[in-house]
Structures are given as C-alpha cells and as structure tokens.
C-alpha cells in the first residue's frame, strides 16, 4: 500500500497560479497511473487529472483543460499538478491518487489516496 502526502495548497488571488505536488512512499510508484481529484464546497469529489505510469499520457477534465498540468517524476516519487489561471470555482480540496487507469478515471479503482490539501481562489 502506497502512502501519499499532499502539499502546496494555500490562498490566493484569480488569474494567480499554484504548484501542487503529492509525495509517495511505501510502494512501486513508478507501476502505477496516479491522478487527482477534487472536492469543492457542497459538492461531490471530481476527478481533475491523470497521468500514465510512464508519465506519456495525461487526460484532463474539460473544466481545467488547458489551464492545468499534471506530471510526474518517478525518480522523486512526486506527482504534480500545475494550476495556472485560477478561478473561483476552483476552490476545493484537491486529493493525489494511485492505482486507477489514466484514461478512464473512475475513483472507486484509485486504492491509494492522500489526505487532501485545501485550495482557495479568491475573487
């Protein structure tokens, strides 16, 4: 079983830019897809990004596309997400996974999940 930390998340401003990153440990990262999912306010979880086991293939929701990029670095055990022009209706709480398919994200194949880390994007 694969540990996973978050980390980057904080406040800040619309148009403004924030780097995500989700550390793992405890298991082969590098035979995994990873992603990330989302929970804003009042909402269900989301899926966001994924990325394949090689780091060749990503596949992003239609709401980030363009705005967001995910990558990965199997040397560090690190998975990223770029967030660029934020908005704020990107306001949730974002979660790195493992174990899912990259190009058919359902959460329920995702066995690994870290403990979130908050993003606000104010007005």
């Known amino acids: 079983q694969v540990q996973l930390v978050e980390s980057g998340g904080g406040l800040v401003q619309a148009g403004g830019s924030l780097r995500l990153s989700c550390a793992a440990s405890?298991?082969?990262?590098?035979?995994?897809?990873w992603g990330w999912f989302r929970r804003a306010p009042g909402k269900e979880r989301e899926f966001v990004a994924t990325?394949?086991?090689?780091?060749?293939?990503?596949y992003y929701a239609d709401s980030v596309r363009g705005r967001f990029t995910i990558s990965r670095d199997n040397a560090k055990n690190t998975v990223y997400l770029q967030m660029n022009s934020l908005k704020p209706e990107d306001t949730a709480v974002y979660y790195c996974?493992?174990?899912?398919?990259?190009?058919?994200?359902?959460?329920?194949?995702?066995?690994?999940w870290g403990q979130g880390t908050q993003v606000t994007v104010s007005s």
């Open positions: 990325i394949s086991r090689g780091g060749v293939n990503t």
């Open positions: 996974a493992a174990g899912g398919r990259w190009y058919n994200p359902l959460p329920a194949e995702f066995g690994s």
């Open positions: 405890g298991g082969a990262f590098s035979s995994s897809d």
